[in-house]
């Protein structure tokens, strides 16, 4: 159980990380890093970025200026070249991924299995994001898509009616799913 939680909660880290600092690299805007969604339990704000722990490790976010409506701001995600967004869309994947190949390979040679379990977690989180699945990272590119098809201000629109409802309908989901990983952690199936 606690290998499960650990790794799940580095994944977590990790993928956030890499969407936080690729989004600074390529001169984007954060405005909040969260580890965990609800109300932080701490929290500070650095160079423009408030950085939030909370109690519930469901997932995370990086939520950049210009991401979820017009900014005029030179900084603001709906001003990137179409590059530079999905660059930063898939960061937190393909850190997943990369990360989560290399932990699988080593523990799995040397019989590591804490490091092999966070290697599984790890790949499974950056595929799963990678999905056209609303509110994952996948979706992003579409929504891209969207503001140069119906154009900026209707394309976001969409794209955000679309992440909201997304992002509600896998919020319900996970919950669903805290019985069965409970019964996969008793009976030792998650680690």
């Given at each position: 159980?606690?290998?499960?939680?650990?790794?799940?909660?580095?994944?977590?880290?990790?993928?956030?990380?890499?969407?936080?600092?690729?989004?600074?690299?390529?001169?984007?805007?954060?405005?909040?890093?969260?580890?965990?969604?609800?109300?932080?339990?701490?929290?500070?704000?650095?160079?423009?970025?408030?950085?939030?722990?909370?109690?519930?490790?469901?997932?995370?976010?990086?939520?950049?200026?210009?991401?979820?409506?017009?900014?005029?701001?030179?900084?603001?995600?709906?001003?990137?070249?179409?590059?530079?967004?999905?660059?930063?869309?898939?960061?937190?994947c393909?850190?997943?991924?990369?990360?989560?190949?290399?932990?699988?390979?080593i523990?799995?040679?040397?019989?590591?299995?804490?490091?092999?379990?966070?290697g599984?977690?790890?790949?499974?989180?950056?595929?799963?994001?990678?999905?056209?699945?609303?509110?994952?990272?996948?979706?992003?590119?579409?929504?891209?898509?969207?503001?140069?098809?119906?154009?900026?201000?209707?394309?976001?629109?969409?794209?955000?009616?679309?992440?909201?409802?997304?992002?509600?309908?896998?919020?319900?989901?996970?919950?669903?799913?805290?019985?069965?990983?409970?019964?996969?952690?008793?009976?030792?199936?998650?680690s």
């Open positions: 159980m606690i290998i499960f939680l650990l790794s799940l909660l580095i994944c977590i880290i990790l993928h956030e990380l890499s969407h936080l600092i690729v989004a600074k690299k390529i001169g984007c805007g954060v405005e909040v890093f969260s580890v965990g969604f609800g109300k932080p339990f701490y929290s500070f704000e650095y160079k423009g970025t408030r950085y939030n722990f909370t109690p519930i490790l469901l997932g995370g976010y990086c939520k950049v200026k210009g991401e979820t409506g017009i900014n005029p701001d030179k900084d603001a995600f709906c001003n990137l070249i179409y590059t530079k967004k999905c660059l930063m869309i898939v960061a937190g393909l850190t997943n991924l990369v990360t989560g190949l290399i932990a699988f390979i523990g799995r040679y040397f019989h590591i299995h804490p490091l092999y379990v966070f599984y977690y790890s790949i499974l989180l950056g595929i799963g994001n990678l999905l056209p699945i609303p509110a994952l990272d996948g979706f992003y590119p579409i929504g891209v898509w969207l503001e140069k098809f119906m154009g900026k201000e209707r394309g976001y629109e969409l794209l955000n009616k679309i992440n909201r409802i997304g992002f509600i309908i896998l919020m319900a989901l996970q919950v669903a799913c805290i019985p069965w990983i409970i019964y996969m952690i008793i009976n030792g199936g998650l």
